[in-house]
């Protein structure tokens, strides 16, 4: 009995000595937060924000195994391959925009090229009926791999074969049906897209309809090929049996890339532009990318000196005003944007000269739009899909990555052997060049940045959904640096997108008296359908991280 007592007394102070410990850590973390005024929402370490909780989540994992951001980034990137896998994959391409520690900003541009094999006709087939272009025709060589390696050997951390295990885990137990996959398998147009193509194997019923909710997807034949890419490294999908089975099948599905188009592939690496607006520079990823025309938009907006009164009474519809007429005149120069190494048009770079935007500026008129011959625009199809994760670690070390395979579901070409879905990237060529050229890269929207405020304020973002990429990020830009407005909150309001003929398309909810009021100014509304701009950000401001995944993909973020 004395022994029993005995026990019953130790058990007794342990329990209070381990309960005293857990009450003075939780204090030691408030009291941490408070004194560095950081909220109940913001992190103090590092922090990701992809597209999804679940790839969110791995990529923090990563990280708080001693993984770099950059290891967060491919962990996220891979995860949402497998959870979005509209969105981006193996077989397709990234940008990603990277500021280590020094403050030293490069871009590491792995974007899909021009088969040394293609269609001769291929630009008069463009299609401009919707935003989907299905086909082997438009398949670019893929880059992705490539890309992580070349980040992963300058920036990583962890084995290169860590990366893969949750998401090749993920692949082959499998998941249930995603929520924002199954929102879009509902529209008609993807319905009969999915339904009438190879990718119908992995995402119909046995009677051939698409997958609905209350199942679960496995994706086993991408789980083999990331487990041997994996163990063997990308050299396996360049040169090896990887790339052999894939080239098989692409050219089965009456493709025209071949081996030598794997291993000819190189990624490019540069330093990224800086920009300055305001007190903060902005870094952005040279053309072929987008970064150009978001960099134009936002020196235009800055000259307006905008503030949160922008958004009282009339104000707020001549800011908006503003900004579409600055939008309008940036689609006039997309044909700017093209791949510097086979182009003899002139560089993207005076879209950052102050006295090329001063003057646009200067045309734009306070109380009315004009035609479509104002802003030089020549029409293009426009379409949506892609990806974005941000990533920022307890080193420093940021990163801003948008992948891509194009449209959604790229090209519609599934690749049974590997269990890749392949990129439709050679179709962004159409309504924005002449011509097309062996090993080129085609014009981008994809604008992966980071900003640095001289405050030493940080803050990575980029967005996905095609021709809507540029609207999105700047419009949360916007919003954050001179409208007052949160992250949270510049990223969730409702855009105005102009689309590739200059009508104007309302996202639900937008202000009807703005709205009103842009018609009385002469701005056509569009009938736009798809509003699938998504923005994923994180900033650090003041010792606190904020991060921001967009719910319009039902995305949620994680730190710690």
């Known amino acids: 009995m004395a022994k029993s007592k005995r026990w019953l007394l130790y058990c007794t102070v342990f329990s209070a000595v381990l309960c005293a410990a857990v009450a003075l850590i939780c204090l030691c973390v408030a009291s941490s937060l408070v004194d560095r005024g950081c909220s109940g929402g913001q992190f103090q370490r590092a922090a990701v924000s992809a597209d999804s909780l679940k790839c969110s989540v791995i990529g923090r994992n990563m990280l708080q195994q001693g993984g770099s951001a950059?290891?967060?980034a491919i962990a996220a990137l891979l995860c949402t391959s497998v959870v979005n896998p509209q969105s981006m994959g193996l077989g397709g391409g990234s940008i990603i925009t990277i500021r280590d520690k020094t403050?030293?900003?490069?871009?590491?541009?792995?974007?899909?090229?021009?088969?040394?094999?293609?269609?001769?006709?291929?630009?008069?087939?463009?299609?401009?009926?919707?935003?989907?272009?299905s086909g082997p025709d438009w398949i670019g060589v893929p880059g992705e791999l490539r890309g992580y390696e070349a980040i992963h050997k300058e920036y990583g951390k962890l084995p290169w074969a860590k990366l893969f295990e949750p998401s090749i885990k993920l692949a082959r137990d499998g998941l249930p049906m995603p929520a924002f996959l199954r929102k879009l398998l509902k529209y008609p147009i993807i319905k009969t897209q999915v339904e009438g193509s190879s990718l119908c194997e992995i995402l119909c019923n046995k009677n051939k309809t698409v997958l609905s909710k209350n199942v679960t997807i496995k994706f086993p034949k991408l789980a083999d090929t990331m487990e041997t890419i994996a163990q063997q490294g990308p050299d396996v999908f360049y040169t090896g049996k990887i790339g052999l089975d894939l080239i098989q099948d692409i050219r089965a599905a009456g493709g025209t890339l071949k081996m030598e188009d794997l291993k000819t592939y190189k990624v490019r690496v540069d330093d990224a532009w800086e920009v300055p607006l305001g007190n903060t520079k902005m870094y952005i990823p040279p053309p072929p990318a987008g970064g150009a025309l978001l960099a134009f938009i936002l020196s235009l907006m800055n000259g307006y000196l905008l503030t949160p009164n922008s958004l009282d009474g009339n104000q707020k519809i001549q800011t908006y005003h503003r900004y579409i007429e600055a939008v309008k005149f940036a689609n006039g120069q997309k044909q700017s944007i093209c791949d510097p190494i086979f182009s003899d048009k002139k560089s993207a770079a005076h879209l950052m000269n102050s006295s090329f935007i001063n003057h646009i500026r200067e045309m734009i008129s306070p109380n009315f739009t004009h035609p479509k011959s104002y802003y030089n625009i020549k029409p293009s199809s426009d379409h949506f899909g892609t990806t974005h994760v941000s990533v920022l670690d307890e080193d420093g070390l940021a990163v801003s990555a948008t992948s891509t395979i194009n449209s959604i579901f790229g090209g519609a070409i599934y690749s049974q052997k590997t269990g890749i879905i392949l990129n439709n990237e050679l179709a962004d060529f159409c309504g924005r060049a002449d011509s097309v050229k062996?090993?080129?890269?085609?014009?981008?929207s994809m604008t992966p940045v980071i900003l640095q405020s001289k405050s030493g304020g940080l803050i990575l973002i980029g967005g996905s959904g095609g021709s809507m990429i540029t609207t999105a990020v700047a419009m949360s830009l916007i919003n954050r640096l001179w409208l007052g407005m949160s992250l949270k909150d510049a990223i969730a309001a409702p855009i105005a997108f102009v689309d590739s003929k200059n009508n104007v398309n309302f996202e639900d909810h937008?202000?009807?008296?703005?709205?009103?009021?842009?018609?009385?100014?002469?701005?056509?509304v569009g009938d736009w359908k798809y509003y699938f701009n998504v923005v994923n950000a994180v900033e650090k401001e003041s010792g606190c991280i904020t991060a921001a995944s967009d719910r319009r993909k039902m995305g949620t973020e994680a730190g710690y």
């Not at 062996?438 to 981008?444: K, L």
């Not at 937008?510 to 056509?524: T, Y």
């Open 103 to 133: 403050g030293k900003v490069k871009v590491y541009n792995s974007r899909e090229t021009v088969p040394q094999s293609f269609s001769a006709n291929l630009l008069n087939r463009c299609s401009t009926a919707g935003p989907l272009t």
């Open 510 to 524: 937008f202000d009807k008296v703005v709205i009103d009021g842009l018609r009385a100014l002469g701005h056509s």
């Open 70 to 72: 950059v290891d967060g």
């Open 438 to 444: 062996a090993g080129e890269q085609p014009p981008s």
